[in-house]
C-alpha cells in the first residue's frame, strides 16, 4: 500500500536560519507532490506543488526539490522566521492515486 | 478560506445518533473531499466527489455516507455515531481532479460521547 514519510519530531530552528523537512514515499509514483501548511485549529493551506519532471521549485523562502529515483521531496524555507512556525504536510498526486497526506511535520522557529 | 464554508464548526452529539456534516462552496469546483485528522494519523480521505451525484470511497469510508445533489454542497453523514468517530473534518475542493491544488475548509470539531 502507498506510504508516506515526514519526520514526526518536531523540528526546532534558530530564526534565520534554514529549515529542511523531508518527504519520503513508498510504494507508487506519483506525477506530482504538493506541500501544505497548516496551524493550528485550521485547514491546511496550499503553498508549492512539483511535477515529477521538475527538479526544483522556488517560491520567494521556499524550495522544494523531488527526487523520483529516491522517491523524496524536500521542502526548504530560508531565513526563517517564527511565523513559519507551523505543520507541514507533503501530499504526493497524480493520475489516479486519491489524494494520500503525511502526517506532518511541526516546525518551531525560535527568535 | 477559497469560498468554503463547514458546517456546524462545533457539535457534541451523542453515541448512536445521526450526524450531518455540510461543506459549502462557492468557486463551482468539480472535486469535493471529506477528510478526518486524527493525532498520529495525519489527514485521512472518507470519501470524495466527482461531480453531482458521483462519490467514491476513500481510505477511511465505514461508518459513513455522502451525497451531492448540487455543485455546490457535500454532505457527510455518521448514521449512528460511535466514540471513533470523534475528531475534526476537514472539508477540500479542487478545481477537476486528485492531482490539483486542494483548498480546505476550516474544519468541523466533533465529540461523539
Redesign the interface.
Known sequence: SQKIEQNSEALNIQEGKTATLTCNYTNYSPAYLQWYRQDPGRGPVFLLLIRENEKEKRKERLKVTFDTTLKQSLFHITASQPADSATYLCAPSGGSYIPTFGRGTSLIVHP | ?AGITQSPRHKVTETGTPVTLRCHQTENHRYM?W?RQDP????R?IH?SYGVKDTDK??VSDGYSVSRSKTEDFLLTLESATSSQTSVY?C?ISESG??E???????TRLLVL
Open positions: 478560506d473531499y477528510y498520529g494519523h495525519g489527514l480521505l470524495y476513500g481510505e476537514f477540500a486528485h492531482q491544488t486542494q483548498y480546505f475548509g476550516p474544519g
